[in-house]
């Protein structure tokens, strides 16, 4: 069995698995097949990688069952995601980058840096519980804020709605979303949508007009300002 120590940082790709089945599952199950597809990583790999996780006490792994993180692979979880967003916030507010840029930076740095550094971003940012994309950062105790929130692919016509976060991190996206001000909270009427197809069309406070595809609208999350009708 091989253990984590305190001081020994975890390697970056069981990091990236830990990372993966958190975002896929939560504190619940995602298959094999799941794990496979979120990292472009063979099916044989992955499964030989959870047989190791689960040597590390990391994960539970039952073959047509499953993979879960463990009580300790969830707070390893955790502590990542908490590093990667402090290191996306700080990147935004002290370095200049661009959202959309900051997403490849942190998958480098979280690996590097240390509890300590982290908590001294923490600091520096003045304990902040969303990242720059409206994603809730884990507490130093691994406690998380708790959401209330629709995609906007599942709102009605005259909905009012805030843009609360933002669940993509590929730049092309982010690039668009910024690009027309659709960010965390920005005030949007909901105009149009179209059940086929999944078009949303949304309008912004002021007066711009946005069509968005299906997928991209998914991936926008908010919390409704108002009932239907409001005009
Ligand atoms: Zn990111």
Do not use: C, N
């Amino acid at each position: 069995m091989e253990g984590i120590g305190k001081s020994k940082p975890l390697s970056t790709s069981v990091g990236d698995y830990l990372k993966a089945i958190w975002e896929l599952a939560g504190s619940g199950k995602v298959t094999t097949t799941g794990v496979s597809e979120r990292l472009s990583v063979a099916p044989g790999s992955v499964t030989r990688m959870l047989g190791r996780l689960q040597g590390m006490g990391l994960v539970r792994h039952e073959p047509y069952r499953g993979v879960s993180l463990t009580e300790r692979g969830e707070a390893e979880a955790l502590k990542l995601l908490r590093r990667h967003r402090l290191i996306e916030a700080f990147l935004i507010e002290y370095l200049g980058y661009g959202w959309e840029e900051v997403h490849e930076e942190a998958e480098r740095l979280e690996h590097a840096v240390s509890d300590g550094f982290t908590e001294r971003l923490a600091e520096l940012l003045g304990h902040p519980d969303r990242d720059p994309h409206g994603s809730p950062i884990p507490g130093k105790d691994g406690t998380l804020v708790p959401e209330d929130l629709v995609p906007l692919s599942e709102v009605a016509v005259g909905d009012l709605v805030r843009i609360a976060r933002i669940r993509r991190e590929d730049a092309e996206a982010l690039a668009y979303l910024g690009g027309h001000d659709l960010v965390p909270g920005r005030l949007l009427k909901v105009k149009e949508v179209r059940d086929v197809a999944g078009v949303v069309t949304v309008e912004g406070e002021d007066e711009s007009v946005h069509p968005l595809g299906e997928p991209l609208a998914r991936s926008i999350l908010v919390q409704r300002a108002s009932g239907r009708g409001a005009e």
